[in-house]
């Protein structure tokens, strides 16, 4: 699969377990300038619910994408605002 979309970022928070990458992922998207997306590569399965379910509750943030590969998921966040 094939990324369409330009990353500014990629956070690496594999190895660590919730609530890390998403205190990760709101502390580094913070940084970016609106339209920009992060990536955010980690290994705990429960990051795939609590990145969604963090981006839909927060105004600002829109989750563009998740892919679940062998042991990494990652997720595509774009700073909206």
Excluded: N
């Amino acid at each position: 699969m094939s990324v369409e979309f330009d990353i500014a970022e990629t956070l690496d928070v594999k190895g660590e377990s919730c609530p890390m990458p998403v205190v990760k992922t709101k502390s580094t998207i913070d940084g970016l300038t609106q339209g920009e997306v992060l990536e955010v590569l980690a290994t705990d399965s429960g990051s795939m619910s609590d990145i969604d379910g963090w981006a839909d509750g927060t105004d600002g943030v829109e989750l563009i994408e998740q892919q679940e590969g062998d042991s990494v998921y990652k997720h595509y966040v774009r700073k909206t605002e």
